[in-house]
């Protein structure tokens, strides 16, 4: 646990990836208390600006960064190695700025549009790991020696990790279902779709996955969640 979230996130001190444990249910838990307490202190307008800060803190930028890279280099019309280069690169261009800044408007605007559910946020952000976790040992890597290569070689198998995750993800939805109705379960289906929308492309564009696609695939994941629960059911 200790390694996964030195890896996934800012906390547990330096130390080798390993995929041992999922901490996307306790990043999400931790994301909608901030914003859950934010909201009994502020507008919801500053509470969701506070909250989707929170996130970026907490994840250390990590995912939000891939989200960057992977527009960059999927969405420019480039050859495969021409994207994989630009994707490793660490400037930022065009595409990957304005799918970054429209991503996080987009996060925003839907956590001003909810009322705050820390169930809701665990369950999404579990569900955006489980999507990742279970891409990166069915799917063929792109990249040797990329930041992600150490989680293939160990762990259980994609079908064992989908279906912890997805249990894991029904229980925590399953405990916002009394206040979000239906928008629960449609928020886990469109977020489902968003980040297999995302790996689906990559695999298209470059053959497999890069860790910066896996965290574009979580992000996109929760984002669309999140949009899904707003909606007006």
């Not at 559910?117 to 063929?140: D, E, K, Q």
């Not at 279906?163 to 928008?183: E, N, R």
Request: include cysteine; aromatic fraction near 6%; charge should be positive.
């Amino acid at each position: 646990m200790r390694r996964a979230l030195a890896f996934l996130t800012f906390a547990g001190g330096p130390a080798a990836p390993t995929p041992g444990a999922v901490v996307g249910a306790l990043v999400g838990g931790a994301v909608g208390c901030v914003w859950w307490g934010a909201d009994h202190l502020w507008a919801p307008a500053l509470a969701a600006a506070l909250t989707v800060v929170a996130d970026l803190v907490l994840t250390g930028g990590l995912h939000a960064d891939g989200v960057a890279d992977s527009a960059d280099g999927l969405l420019a019309p480039m050859e495969r190695q021409r994207r994989l280069e630009v994707m490793a690169d660490p400037r930022t261009g065009a595409f990957g700025a304005l799918a970054l800044a429209a991503t996080l408007l987009v996060r925003w605007a839907a956590f001003a549009s909810i009322e705050p559910s820390v169930w809701l946020v665990a369950g999404l952000w579990c569900l955006s790991r489980t999507v990742m976790a279970v891409a990166l040992r069915a799917l063929p890597y792109a990249r040797a020696g990329g930041l992600a290569e150490p989680f293939r070689a160990q762990g259980r198998g994609p079908v064992v990790v989908g279906a912890t995750g997805a249990v894991l993800t029904a229980v925590l939805l399953a405990a916002a279902g009394p206040a979000l109705g239906a928008a629960a379960l449609a928020a886990a289906l469109v977020a489902l779709a968003a980040g297999t929308a995302v790996l689906w492309l990559a695999h298209r564009r470059l053959g497999g996955y890069t860790g910066d696609v896996l965290g574009a695939a979580g992000v996109m994941a929760e984002t669309a969640g999140l949009v899904a629960a707003a909606a007006r059911w």
